[in-house]
Structures are given as structure tokens and as C-alpha cells.
Nanobody, 114 residues
Framework: QVQLVESGGGLVQPGGSLRLSCAASGRSFVFYAVDWNRQAPGKERELVATITIGRTTNYVDSVKGRFTISRDNRNTVYLQMNSLRPEDTAVYYC?????????WGQGTQVTVSS
């Protein structure tokens, strides 16, 4: 059993920064790829960033150059978000796949507004 817990969301002004964290309990993250997704009201859930076991990263075009996904060698994955825009407002979810089973965090709200 794996539990993912996101934290770090909040309200920030346009141009500001936030760092989201996703902590896994029950086992280490080191053998699994992890990704961040987001869902805004009325929109489909969108894949934002991924990181592999080997630390290879990928991003949706809209966040390239602004967001950075990273991981430690234990149980935490991060999403550093800089130059935030109102369109980044969404609930952000951490996700991983372990032996063909999907695991999602509870989500953390990010609101970018003046």
C-alpha cells in the first residue's frame, strides 16, 4: 500500500513562485516514475511534468522554462513553479504507477491571482 501526500499549494500573485512536494509513504519512490498533473475547474486533468527513475524530465509546453520537477533518493518528488500565471490555477496531483496499479495523492490547490 502506497500513500501519496501533496503539500505546498496556496494563493500567489502572478509572477510568484511555489514549491509543491509529494511524499510517498509505505515505500521508496526510487524505482518508479512519478508525474505531476493538474485539473482546473471545467477542464480535463492535464499532465504537467514527469520524472523517470533516471531523473529524466518532461514538461507540457505551457510550463517549460517555468516549472522544474525533481526528486530525492528517498520518498519525495518536488515541483518548483516559477513565474506563475493565472492559467496555472488548478488542483495539482502527484501520481505514480506501481506494478500496473495507479496511485494518486489527494491534491493541493494552487491559485494564481492578484
Amino acid at each position: 500500500q502506497v500513500q501519496l501526500v501533496e503539500s505546498g499549494g496556496g494563493l500567489v500573485q502572478p509572477g510568484g513562485s511555489l514549491r509543491l512536494s509529494c511524499a510517498a509513504s509505505g515505500r521508496s519512490f526510487v524505482f518508479y516514475a512519478v508525474d505531476w498533473n493538474r485539473q482546473a475547474p471545467g477542464k480535463e486533468r492535464e499532465l504537467v511534468a514527469t520524472i523517470t527513475i533516471g531523473r529524466t524530465t518532461n514538461y507540457v509546453d505551457s510550463v517549460k522554462g517555468r516549472f522544474t520537477i525533481s526528486r530525492d533518493n528517498r520518498n519525495t518528488v518536488y515541483l518548483q513553479m516559477n513565474s506563475l500565471r493565472p492559467e496555472d490555477t488548478a488542483v495539482y496531483y502527484c501520481h505514480t504507477n506501481i506494478r500496473s496499479r495507479e496511485y494518486w495523492g489527494q491534491g493541493t490547490q494552487v491559485t494564481v491571482s492578484s
